[in-house]
């Protein structure tokens, strides 16, 4: 088939990419037939899935504002994906002007189409690497470019932990970027649980992604937790997706426990 321009002539089109599947959820356009197939065969066996998407991605804008009221200026979103409408950058400028972001990603699509739309944006770089080497990351030339790492970072780890299998030691590798951020940084995470979730549909979710190059691994609240250790997490703590700080009117219309996702946002530990 021909590939659209913003597509890398070395993209593999026989396996799903959960990038590409994340834009298909939302609505996108870029994503291929092999991505839209695994997507909508997840949404026929879990028919909540794009509510539980949407609501990940309206914790993640509400996350923003937050943090940009706080005081924040600098954002590093690790595992951005696909720029769709509402991106931090755009988020954070609602209130700040001069807002600076950072998305890394490991897909070369999600890398090429993101430089392509943030081209010409000044306070933008998309830099192409893997979050489970903070080391890499955190010194990575264009991210220097653009952060001043002795000053406050808002970390950003949005629907991406829950791709880090436990053998590659997700708590580590926060405790890795936690433990480079100066003080007064934040962090902002969300992720998938099977907490509360008919157990054969969440097994069924996870085999269908295991399909794709990063497999899922569902994590308990208490696991969750566990990763999270070394930042002070703000009220309401570790929460399901729709009750983090709910905007007007964002809360009673569904069961919290049918979003089979947890969100907080904290502060790095002082005595971190």
């Given at each position: ?8 002539p070395?993209?593999?089109l026989t396996?799903p ?26 949404i ?20 923003v504002?937050h ?8 954002f590093l979103?690790?595992g951005?994906?696909?720029p769709?409408?509402?991106n ?16 890394v990603?490991?897909?070369p699509?999600?890398?090429?189409q ?10 933008t770089r ?13 010194s990575?030339?264009?991210?220097h ?26 708590a ?18 969300s ?10 549909q ?17 994590r ?8 999270l250790d ?19 009117g ?21 005595t971190?």
């Amino acid at each position: 088939m021909d590939l659209p321009e913003w597509a890398p002539p070395d993209v593999d089109l026989t396996r799903p990419n959960v990038a590409r599947m994340y834009d298909y959820y939302l609505g996108g356009s870029h994503n291929f037939a092999v991505d839209r197939r695994t997507a909508q065969q997840a949404i026929d066996d879990w028919p909540a899935v794009p509510m539980i998407i949407r609501a990940n991605r309206a914790f993640m804008s509400r996350a923003v504002r937050h943090l940009t009221e706080a005081g924040v200026r600098q954002f590093l979103d690790l595992g951005s994906g696909i720029p769709t409408v509402g991106n931090v950058h755009e988020v954070a400028r609602t209130l700040v002007t001069d807002a600076r972001v950072v998305y890394v990603d490991h897909d070369p699509v999600a890398v090429r189409q993101s430089r392509a739309i943030l081209g010409g944006d000044p306070y933008t770089r998309v830099i192409e690497a893997d979050l489970r080497h903070p080391d890499l990351v955190l010194s990575h030339r264009l991210l220097h470019d653009l952060l001043d790492l002795d000053q406050p970072v808002a970390l950003l780890m949005v629907a991406v932990l829950h791709f880090v299998a436990d053998h590659d030691d997700p708590a580590g590798i926060i405790a890795g970027y936690r433990d480079a951020l100066p003080p007064g940084s934040y962090l902002a995470v969300s992720h998938a649980t099977a907490d509360g979730q008919q157990q054969d549909q969440a097994a069924e979710h996870r085999q269908l992604y295991a399909r794709t190059t990063t497999p899922m691994t569902m994590r308990s609240h208490a696991q969750i937790s566990h990763l999270l250790d070394g930042w002070d997490l703000f009220d309401p703590g570790l929460v399901r997706l729709p009750l983090w700080r709910p905007d007007p009117g964002e809360t009673g219309m569904q069961d919290p426990e049918s979003f089979a996702g947890f969100a907080a946002v904290g502060r790095k530990a002082a005595t971190t």
